[in-house]
Nanobody, 115 residues
Framework: QVQLVESGGGLVQPGGSLRLSCVAS????????MGWYRQAPGKQRELVGT???????NYADSVKGRFTISRDMAKNTVYLQMNSLKPEDTAVYSC?????????WGQGTQVTVSS
């Protein structure tokens, strides 16, 4: 069974940075696409960005230029580097992976941007 585990969330001041990690239980080469999503209280879950097996990335307009998705194949890990954080970035961030036969989600990690 495929599992994803996120980490790296926390409390950060506006303008600060955090790096989230999503560790997979098997090679991330086996996933067609991996994505980062977020859900703020009282709001629907929204896409933050994706990375394909070929390494192409795509981002929501709200995070372009501030967030970057990268990966370390040897560690089966995808990262979300978040810079210039704003209070409106506060949410639970989750990663998912499309492995062909289905989509698996991690449990999420809380990010709070506040002074």
């Amino acid at each position: 069974q495929v599992q994803l585990v996120e980490s790296g969330g926390g409390l950060v001041q506006p303008g600060g940075s955090l790096r989230l990690s999503c560790v997979a239980s098997r090679s991330i080469f086996s996933f067609n696409v991996m994505g980062w999503y977020r859900q703020a209280p009282g709001k629907q879950r929204e896409l933050v960005g994706t990375i394909t097996v070929g390494g192409s990335t795509n981002y929501a307009d709200s995070v372009k230029g501030r967030f970057t998705i990268s990966r370390d194949m040897a560690k089966n890990t995808v990262y979300l580097q978040m810079n210039s954080l704003k209070p409106e970035d506060t949410a639970v961030y989750s990663c998912n992976a499309d492995y062909g036969r289905g989509i698996v989600w991690g449990q999420g990690t809380q990010v709070t941007v506040s002074s």
